[in-house]
Structure formats: structure tokens, C-alpha cells
T-cell receptor, first 115, second 113 residues
């Protein structure tokens, strides 16, 4: 069964450093998402992306965050200058067709630790 | 605005007992509703979803959920718990015309032998 993959599984960085989290969505999916889960808290929507544009973003997704689909397979989340409160599990998800009954599939997550 | 409330952050049951995890939603339009499971150190796996077809939805691993509009509920049940069901369970909602999921705070299920 096709799956969403994410790399790395764990990233440790110093406060103020830039990080890039990578995702490979399912190949025929057109809509892509990032969510995050701070330890012990609920999963929160960050951003959705379609046709090389952000389609929706949450208030969490400020100017420090950006997303990109640099080629036909990867989908990345960049945090320009990490803060301690950015420590969380970051999940990538994809769906073939948004606004439909299709299922949104999640990757295994990247645990980001900011020291 | 849509929201999901999961009553009970922790639920403990004995192996073989009924599992009932509660979820209530708030939505201005008929919602799509989902249950996801998260095993330790893993990602989110879809258990089942309601997309305005049958109100009783059957999912994987013997789980099912019933959409009750009058009660704005979408509780998850399983007749007989197994040790491998121990995990975190998340209820989520989305509007049919949007694509983001709004998650509840999760319920950690413990299963005792």
C-alpha cells in the first residue's frame, strides 16, 4: 500500500537555526498538509498546499514558516529561525482530492527538538 | 467554527471488555468525521470515517462508530478490547468543502490483562 514518508525521523537543532523537514506524499495525491503535535497536546493544522500555492494556513504558520514543493515528489516545511516552542512532532499528510470523501494519509512524523 | 470534544483523556478497560471512546462535534454544516489511532512513536492511522453515507461506520481492527446528528456525537466502540488496542485515539472533523482536519485532544486507551 502506498504511504507518506518523512525524513528525518528525529531532528535536533539549536535555537535560531533553520530546519527543513521533508516529506514524500503519495504519488497521485494533489493536496498536501503539515500538522504539528506538541508533546501531550492535540494535533494542530499548520498549512495546506495545492497547485504550488498555499491554500490555507493557521495562525501558527507565521513568517518563520514556509512550504515548498521543489520537485515532483518532495514537499518541505522550513522553519527559518527555530524557537524552543517549535519543539514538536511534525506530520505531513496528503490526499488525492480535497473536499471529497478521499482519505487524508499521514506520514510517521518528524520529531523536532529545539535546544 | 468547527470543533471536536473528546470526553475522557484516559480510558482503561480490561481485555475482552467493551471499548467506548466519546467524541462530540460542533459544525455549522454537515461534517465529515474521522477517528485516527496513534500507536506509540508512530504516525496517525485512519480507523474509520463518516462522509454522510451510512450513519454506522465500520473501520479496521473491529472498531465502529455511529454518527448521531441529534446528539452531535460520533462515539467509537469495539465490543471486545485487545491488548494491541492500547494507543491514543483522535477524533477529527472537517467540513465537506474544506480540506483541513480539526482534531480533538485525544483519548489514551489502556487495556489491562
Amino acid at each position: 500500500e502506498p504511504e507518506v514518508t518523512q525524513t528525518p525521523s528525529h531532528q535536533v537543532t539549536q535555537m535560531g537555526q533553520e530546519v527543513i523537514l521533508r516529506c514524500v506524499p503519495i504519488s497521485n495525491h494533489l493536496y498536501f498538509y503539515w500538522y504539528r503535535q506538541i508533546l501531550g497536546q492535540k494535533v494542530e493544522f499548520l498549512v495546506s498546499f495545492y497547485n504550488n500555492e498555499i491554500s490555507e494556513k493557521s495562525e501558527i504558520f507565521d513568517d518563520q514558516f514556509s512550504v515548498e514543493r521543489p520537485d515532483g515528489s518532495n514537499f518541505t516545511l522550513k522553519i527559518r529561525s527555530t524557537k524552543l516552542e517549535d519543539s514538536a512532532m511534525y506530520f505531513c499528510a496528503s490526499i488525492r482530492l480535497a473536499g471529497s470523501t478521499d482519505t487524508q494519509y499521514f506520514g510517521p512524523g518528524t520529531r523536532l527538538t529545539v535546544l | 467554527a468547527q470543533s471536536v470534544t473528546q470526553l475522557g483523556s484516559h480510558v482503561s478497560v480490561s481485555e475482552g471488555a467493551l471499548v467506548l471512546l466519546r467524541c462530540n462535534y460542533s459544525s455549522s454544516v454537515p461534517p465529515y468525521l474521522f477517528w485516527y489511532v496513534q500507536y506509540p512513536n508512530q504516525g496517525l492511522q485512519l480507523l474509520l470515517k463518516y462522509t454522510s453515507a451510512a450513519t454506522l461506520v465500520k473501520g479496521i481492527n473491529g472498531f465502529e462508530a455511529e454518527f448521531k446528528k441529534s446528539e452531535t456525537s460520533f462515539h467509537l466502540t469495539k465490543p471486545s478490547a485487545h491488548m494491541r488496542d492500547a494507543a491514543e485515539y483522535f477524533c477529527a472533523v472537517s467540513e465537506p468543502n474544506t480540506d483541513k482536519l480539526i482534531f480533538g485532544t485525544g483519548t489514551r486507551l489502556q487495556v489491562f490483562p
